[in-house]
């Protein structure tokens, strides 16, 4: 069976070793759970399917060659091999938390 790419709406853990990122290109591996990737939204079907030659002029991370739709992607992705595992997290933390507070001050107004 032919491979299918995607587009990654957002960052997430596909499988137990590989984490995708938003924008990223990759093909899904006939997982259990792909069909509801695609029905949440987590990924979207390219279409047309990328041809090799199409795949390999897309932006690629110069640091784990992940590729990208777009170059801004591919750049966030190589800002992220700079920062540290721990400020990564923290950052996280901090944007989950905002987004929290903004719901609350929208329920709560």
Known sequence: ????????????????????????????????????????????????QPTVAAREAMPMCGECGRTFVEGWQRDRCGRQHETPEAERIRQAHERANDKIDRRVMQVGG
């Open 1 to 48: 069976m032919a491979k299918v790419f995607v587009v990654a709406a957002q960052d997430f853990q596909y499988t137990e070793t590989v984490n995708v990122r938003q924008g990223q290109v990759f093909p899904l591996f006939e997982m259990r759970n792909d069909q509801l990737l695609i029905k949440h939204r987590l990924v979207f079907l390219l279409d047309p």
